[in-house]
């Protein structure tokens, strides 16, 4: 037995191993955005039960992090980017990994039905399921476009925070769910014209690789302009209103203008000014989705004091 | 050498053994405050009786009232 083997199984993860499998950074996006789908629900929630559910949908998250890391092991265990993770790096074992991830999504599903509804665990169960088992283990590797229906599973917490609150699905959960899922590839992409890769070493086909970066631009733009209806869609729904569609009228202006930008240009230019557009880009994007949750949480307070709304 | 290995694996054992307590204890005081937030928003106690999957004959009145 060589010294290496030796260390590899007396090391004994610590719980910040543990944590860093649950991807904290997206479960703090899929925290905020269901909170404000639990929040601009018109049935008002108990606070506690409220603290409940976004835990339990958090958890939930974390947990389909936990499994999505232990399918993926292989392959970020050949990425430089992804080496460091605590699978492939040896902190915590996939059998581990995979443990966790279940326990955790059978404690979120269930905690949550008994809290709320059937239909918000369902939801939740539909989510962990959609990202472990259709995105992670079947499209990911599949096709090029892995990005956008991967994006789905993102886009499912505000309308489990609707559902938290009302017990059901409506035309607002449903655009709140659009907003995010037609956000999701051109924020992507933009990261992926700038960022060098090792995609291809690991076998999974990026649209930048297996079509090239101008279908990438391409791309952008006509996801961009099929994103902007949705967003300001959501304006004339029943949690919308003069303010959200002033913020979502400036915001879809200020990225349809960098999807252009990006569609314009060639990778000459890019590389000239070091993508100082697609970072631009990649940068209003996240603005872009921040500030029109914002919005929407900004009319529901408006409605407490009788001003938000049309 | 052993010793000094044996005694960092119990370090991080401990610290895995005190997150598990916390856990459970989080996990103990979301039970206990979710059973306290929906007994108290069923107002009337009589309610909770029907939480116990049982046939009480006593919580229907009219069924008692003739006899």
Known sequence: MSDISATEQTYEAGMGDYFALLKPRVMSLVVFTALVGLLVAPMPVHPFIGFVAILCIAVGAGASGALNRWWDADIDARMKRTAGRPIP?????????????????????????????????????????????????????????????????????????????????????????????MWTPPHFWALALFVKSDYGNAGIPMLTETHGRKATRNHILIYTLLLVPVAIGLGFTSIGGPVYTAVAVAMNAW?????????????????????????????????YLFAHFVALLVEAVLRLYGLGGW | MALQVEHEIHARRKGRNFGVFALLIGFIAIVFGLTVVKVLQLGEAGEFERFDHVARPQIVPEEGAGE
């Open chain 1, 89 to 181: 790096s040896g902190r915590v074992q996939p059998g581990e990994a995979l443990g966790i991830g279940l326990a955790l999504s059978g404690f979120a599903i269930i905690l949550l039905a008994l809290a709320t509804n059937f239909l918000a665990a369902f939801l939740l169960a539909f989510t962990i399921f959609f990202y472990a088992v259709i995105y992670s283990m079947w499209l990911k590797r599949a096709t090029p476009q892995n990005i956008v229906i991967g994006g789905a599973a993102g886009a499912f917490p505000p309308m489990i925070g609707w559902a938290v609150a009302t017990g059901g699905v409506s035309i607002e959960s449903v655009l709140m769910f659009a907003l995010i899922f």
């Open chain 1, 255 to 287: 990225f349809l203008k960098g999807a252009y930008d990006i569609w314009r240009r060639d990778d000459a230019a890019s590389e000239a000014d070091k993508h100082k557009v697609e970072i631009g880009v990649f940068k209003v994007s996240l603005y």
